[in-house]
């Protein structure tokens, strides 16, 4: 059963720090190379990651689809999960907080699903 209880002050709180690290921290984004997230940026006809990070910077709390979940990786901080409108398409993003200032993104890529958005009270259909 997927994880969807986090409050909006939980989701805000982790978006904030998020982009605290990424904007004035001069944080990185590290970005997982399955073909799924290279694909998108094919669909999308993005010839730079920035515009992963500019999207990443533009999430709000009301975007928060599931999470925090226990990350596959020993030791490595919550996986949160997003749900975008990105460029008319519906978007699947997946991110953690790596060691301070740096985010990795494991899944960035259109959903392949309808999305129910708990803090925005609908169902995003892709």
Not at 59 to 83: A, M, S, T
Request: charged share 30%.
């Amino acid at each position: 059963m997927a994880n969807t209880s986090a409050t909006y002050d939980e989701v805000k709180s982790f978006l904030d720090q998020m982009k605290i690290w990424l904007t004035f921290l001069n944080g990185n984004v590290m970005y997982d190379t399955r073909p799924k997230n290279r694909q998108f940026m094919a669909d999308m006809e993005w010839t730079q990651a920035s515009k992963k990070k500019e999207w990443l910077l533009k999430l709000e709390p009301e975007d928060y689809f599931e999470g925090p979940d226990d990350n596959e990786n020993p030791g490595c901080n919550q996986v949160w999960k997003f749900g975008k409108r990105i460029e008319g398409k519906l978007c699947y993003i997946k991110i953690y907080l790596l060691k301070s200032p740096n985010v990795y993104c494991i899944s960035f890529h259109l959903a392949e699903q309808d999305m129910r958005l708990p803090l925005k009270g609908i169902i995003e259909r892709i």
